[in-house]
């Protein structure tokens, strides 16, 4: 694997999960590191999975995030501060202030 770039490493590490038939797929921080490109071709393929996989995902991309999931549970300090649907995130200005560094 020496000789694949990062990105491919990560997909083949998300194939690999997949091959032993999970119901349940935990990725932390799975696109750290890697390029743009790298990032849309490991989320597509996480996308194209079957609804039956349920995806955790601990993630500091928000449009990763926004992308790939449904329901949402933010935490901050280790604490849950906000949950929901990405609307419910995207608005509450707790997480626009903390995560999106907006205000509104």
Known sequence: MRNLSYGEQRRIEVLMALAQDPKLLLLD????????????????VLKSLSRDITL??????MDVAFELGEFFTVLHMGEVFAEG?????????KVQEIYLGEQQ
């Open 56 to 61: 955790v995902l601990i993630e500091h991309d």
């Open 29 to 44: 921080e799975f696109t750290s590191g890697l390029s743009a490109g790298e990032i849309i071709t490991v989320t597509s």
């Open 85 to 93: 649907s990405s609307d419910q995130i995207r608005k509450n200005n």
